[in-house]
């Protein structure tokens, strides 16, 4: 069985936690799912394997395997079957960059490998359960522009679509600006999110900020929006800079080009950054300045990539196989 799921981008930011186990969030966030930053994965289970066989991006990965295992042995318990898997999972754009790979990851494995287990799942029981996995994961399930409510329970903790795809024209321009991976993984990165002496004020204004960030959303009001969405990656990054030990995903490239959407703006191209916790950068802007910010960003020889997303659909089933 194969599915298709999106990355996706967080203007509310997902950091901290309550629960380890569980995955549970210190808060609510708020998402799009990204057209052009995919994962794919096949999974069979089948008595012809003597272990779980996992390659992610044509490799072995050892670390990796063991979340795989790990989620297949939940998957495995509410099936009721005892069968390893043969799993074969491929991105199309570089890992632990910032570009919330575990989240298209886990979310094509979570459908994937439900479904090839016989399970029969709703959106809302997926999404319980890929965030059992990566929390972020859990946005990856449903459609367009999500909400991930932190809830108090594993059963509350799930996300939902607020908008389907077409409701914005919004872009998320990506710029790959590094290959690297980062050195301190997101999962390992959380445990240190309380130790910032700035994060306890943060979650205390998080609600307002979501009230403002849905009103945008509703209203379809770019600048209030882009204020927000651009303050809230800086302040995750305080928080990250802050927290002992310290956590510094940004590049000197990933600070160039933040002060270079800050200058477009000066000059009348209104376009913001995001960042999660990597070093790429992305830029959103409104599909009718598509043009004007590919032609800001050509000629830079310090871009690797850049990747044009659009708001996309949710965690999907598809036909075509990896094996």
């Not at 799912?33 to 044509?58: E, H």
Request: some cysteine.
């Amino acid at each position: 069985m194969t599915a298709v799921a999106p990355s996706n981008l967080a203007f509310i930011k997902y950091w901290g936690k309550v629960d380890d186990n569980l995955n549970l969030p210190a808060n609510s966030s708020i998402s799009m799912n990204l057209s052009g930053l995919t994962t794919t994965t096949t999974v069979d289970f089948d008595n012809q394997y003597k272990s779980d066989l996992v390659i992610i991006d044509g490799k072995k990965d050892e670390k990796e395997s063991l979340r795989v295992t790990l989620h297949l042995d939940r998957i495995r318990k509410s099936a009721k079957i005892k069968l390893k898997a043969r799993v074969v999972s491929q991105s199309n754009f570089p890992a632990s960059t910032g570009l919330s790979s575990s989240a298209s990851g886990f979310a094509a494995l979570t459908l994937s490998a439900s479904t090839a287990a016989g399970l029969k799942l709703t959106e809302k029981e997926l999404s319980i359960l890929a965030r059992q996995a990566s929390g972020s994961a859990c946005r990856s399930i449903p459609s367009g522009f999500v909400e991930w409510k932190k809830g108090q329970t594993s059963n509350e903790s799930f996300a939902y679509s607020l908008y389907p795809p077409y409701w914005w024209d919004l872009i998320d321009v990506v710029l790959v600006l590094s290959d690297g991976k980062k050195v301190v993984s997101t999962t390992d990165g959380q445990k240190l999110a309380f130790s910032s002496p700035f994060f306890t004020n943060r979650l205390e204004r998080l609600e307002s900020k979501i009230k403002k960030l849905k009103k945008s959303l509703a209203e379809k009001d770019f600048s209030g929006f882009g204020v927000l969405v651009e303050n809230e990656a800086l302040e995750l990054h305080a928080v990250m800079l802050t927290s002992i030990p310290s956590l510094i995903y940004l590049h000197p490239e990933t600070l160039f080009f933040m002060q270079e959407v800050t200058k477009w703006r000066k000059e009348g191209l209104e376009a913001y950054f995001s960042l999660n916790t990597g070093q790429a950068l992305h830029i959103l802007c409104q599909s009718k300045d598509l043009v004007r910010v590919k032609q800001k960003l050509a000629g830079f020889r310090n871009i690797k990539k850049i990747i044009i997303n659009r708001p996309a659909g949710g965690a999907g089933i598809i036909t075509s196989h990896l094996f």
